[in-house]
């Protein structure tokens, strides 16, 4: 299969919704399953998309916050019991990764030693392998080679957005955070482009200081069509909608990103969308 899948495994934010689940992406090619981010109902979700931990290559945190990591622990416990022998979980990260990782797995403890002592063919602990990286680095997973870039999430730091190629796309998964020139480095000329919106006008409707914050620190749905359109983007991928569209509200959402003249994919939990490579110019004239 030539380009990449692209599952919104959870649409939802930090407001809880019986609809949807938290940040979470599901990057998805021949031979290639990458989860990025890991919020509320994120192993359920992957079921939903036929996928189950062990299918993982790695894990990409984009930021620490608590709705992007919250059922983490869940990823980990789950690779680790279908795991027929134990093998490694890769997860990377922005730095305080290997925190949050030792944290959890010191929270799982008393779990990991009811399953060691109940199961005779298991016997080791998870094995999770921190890296730890920052904007410029770049690695490689299953063939596909991921590039970190910055974004701006502040006060929120450090953060960073992924650019994933392989199978002849470039996808960027760019997290929370307002536009910066980082970040219109990290989509310059990619296939598509997730990224996480509000809607400033309703958010300023709720009359509660703590959630006006938020305004502060995240891409409003015209934002993210400004940078999709500088950055020559093809499609822009919407997630981690705040507050939660409605029955038949997307349109109102798509409007407010007429500055972008790509492709607009908005949508629930377990949306799908299929990447191709793009189409190669004709060759020029002898
Ligand atoms: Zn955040
Ligand atoms: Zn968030």
Redesign the pocket.
Known sequence: MSGLDIVLLGTGSPLPDPHRAGPSTLVRGEGLHLLVDAGRGVVMRLAGAGVIPPFLNAILLT?L?SD?ICDLNDVITTHWVMSPVTVPLHVYGPVGTQVVIDGLLAMLAPDISYRINHHDDLNEAPHVIVTEVVPGDSFEVAGATVRVGGTN?LP?EPTVGFRITAHGVDVVLAG?GVPCEQLDDLVQDADAYVQTVLRADLVALVPRARFQDILDYHSTVQQAAETAERGRVRTLVLTHYVPAPGLGDYDEWRAMASPFSGTLVTGDDLTLCHVDPAPQGLPDEP
Do not use: A, L, T, Y
Request: aromatic share 0%; no cysteine.
């Open positions: 930021h916050h992007h999430h929120v929370d």
